[in-house]
């Protein structure tokens, strides 16, 4: 089947970077889009970034100009640089992927927080 795998999460002081990326892997027929989404401790979870198969991008109002979506050199893959990072981004960061059938698949998540 489809696997969905994030990594780059971590500790990081505010001000500080992180890049995260999101590896497919499976029984793919073609990629719609893929999606970034977090989960903030105490709300619901909600859509950081998405691009699509042709390029689109876009960011949510609350990281537009710190976190930068991007298209991995390799196939399957994207990225989610996150700048400037501040206390209020710790959140458990999620890639979602859109297949071509209209089909979604979920990583596990990975844990990003922000402390000094």
């Known amino acids: 089947q489809v696997q969905v795998v994030e990594s780059g999460g971590g500790l990081v002081q505010p001000g500080g970077s992180l890049r995260l990326s999101c590896q497919v892997s499976?029984?793919?027929?073609?990629?719609?889009?893929m999606e970034w989404y977090r989960q903030i401790p105490g709300n619901e979870r909600e859509l950081v970034a998405a691009i699509s198969s042709d390029g689109r991008i876009n960011a949510a109002d609350s990281v537009k100009g710190r976190f930068t979506a991007s298209r991995g050199k390799v196939a399957h893959t994207v990225f989610l640089q996150m700048n400037s990072l501040k206390p209020e981004d710790t959140a458990v960061y999620f890639c979602n992927v859109h297949l071509s059938n209209s089909r979604s698949y979920w990583g596990q998540g990975i844990q990003v927080t922000v402390s000094s």
């Open positions: 499976g029984s793919i027929f073609g990629i719609s889009f």
